[in-house]
């Protein structure tokens, strides 16, 4: 009999097929003493297995390439993390065996960063993954992951760590279900850039039973569970019109009556580069360099790296526009050599900005760097700093743009209440804004984006985060300035004909979502948006705000 649950939809698109688990095992190693003559040899299993493990997570991360690289490369710093390690050498030196030690000592680091307020959530998912990994090597024993089949089927899992999604083969993996997870957790961000329909924040979703046919739909966020013939031809129709629908949508994006909204990419390195010219992105909004920052956390790269890299994304976009956004480091993005270790709530403290003014010549460095890498070139470049509070940080970032001889506009990211409330007071020192909607839900709800229990709080159709987003494309209006959007609430189609209607100037996204939002923007007129716009507006909740701008466009 046919059922339907409902979760967060975060990847478009539709799967129907056979449920799979993703594998699980209890990975805790018994507790028992070594003799004190074996600690040292004990000491250099422990650092085979983490050095082996680094080395295996950095080897998919190449394979993978793109955002996935980064966040790999990132978990590869956190296996070798000097003070774990210490802890674990301390640990085996008074009789842990090597997995023992491990486990415990990757224990009182999570149970750490719980204390902290759990704002690292997504960082202790991956610390799990890991610690697993780790435990594994060190047992003998196969790390649970993806399981093995011949045919297509539906992942089900608790959560995926992004060594398992980054590898994902989407001809065998048709879509994914979670029952943790948020619409801007790794898995989620990951899922968009294959193009892999996904649900997260489902609960239940492990006690779907194995083999089960369910068909998922990615934008609605709707299973249905044995559905019935009729549900799988109205979903398989549907998804064949969009597929129609998206193959005959090109250019540039617009509303149907001309109005212009340039489609721009997100992009976590040269990886994503590729990915994002096929889909006739128009741009970057979005050029994250921390990739750059990731291969050794002890010291910032070398200019010549950073030339290296920038120049090779900037000439992808001839005529184009490319968006930087200086290193945003601090939270869950420590660097060693940049990030306090002892801060009690990152969120809250030294992270994007305020760590690069502490560090002037990080920032000097990545600002000339990206002035050398620009010139020649016939590209548009900007640039912009991520977490700005106020106009005093504003104007710290335009002088500092100024002193490193850079010849690009100056922009600031809104990610925080109080930029989006004073934002025509920062635009007196910056030419532009763009708009994190992820990290700004997460400060305006006081709700960590990668916990799954407040992901309606995360959830980008709440009514005020789209005033915020409304207060700041006014204040861009009465100064003459742009104001888009970089952050996921761009890849939702729906959504992006809002935003439109509320005065956003370009939308940046993943790759795989700019045919959906330029084929939806170009069956709508700009006052059909700026009316969807308002209908959002005068909801009380998400849901309600959704399904009000979805009436208006659809005419009912």
Known sequence: METTLRGVGVSHGVAIGEVRHMGTAVLEPPAKQIPADEAEREQGRARQAVEAVAADLIARGNLAGGEAQAVLEAQALMAQDPELMADVDRRIAVGSTAERAVYDAFAAYRALLAGAGEYLAGRVADLDDVRNRIVARLLGVPMPGVPDSDEPYVLIARDLAPADTALLDPTLVLGFVTEEGGPTSHSAILARALGVPAVVALPGAGELVEGTVIAVDGSTGEIFVEPSAEKRAEMERAAAERKAALAAS???????????????????????????????????????????FLDDSKKAPSAEKQVEAYRTVLAAFPEGRVVVRVLDAGADKPLEFLTPADEPNPALGVRGLRTLLDHPDVLRTQLSALATAAEGLPVYLEVMAP??????????????????????????????????????SILQEVEFLSLGTNDLAQYTFAADRQVGAVSRLQDPWQPALLD??????????AEGKSCGVCGEAASDPLLACVLTGLGVTSLSMGAASIPYVRATLSKHTLAQCERAAAAARAADTAEDARAAAQAVLSGE
Request: charged share 20%; aromatic share 4%; hydrophobic share 50%.
């Open 250 to 292: 090109s250019g540039p994006g617009a509303t149907s009556d001309g109005h212009k909204v340039p489609l721009l990419a997100n992009v976590g390195g040269p990886g994503d580069v590729a990915a994002a010219v096929a889909a006739g992105a128009e741009g970057v909004g979005l050029f994250r360099t921390e990739f750059l």
């Open 387 to 424: 977490m700005v509070a106020d106009r005093t940080d504003a104007k710290a970032f335009a002088d500092a743009c100024r002193e490193a001889g850079l010849r690009a506009k100056f922009g600031a990211m809104v990610e925080i209440p109080s930029a989006a409330l004073r934002a025509r």
């Open 468 to 477: 915020l987003v409304a207060l700041s494309t006014e204040a861009a209006k």
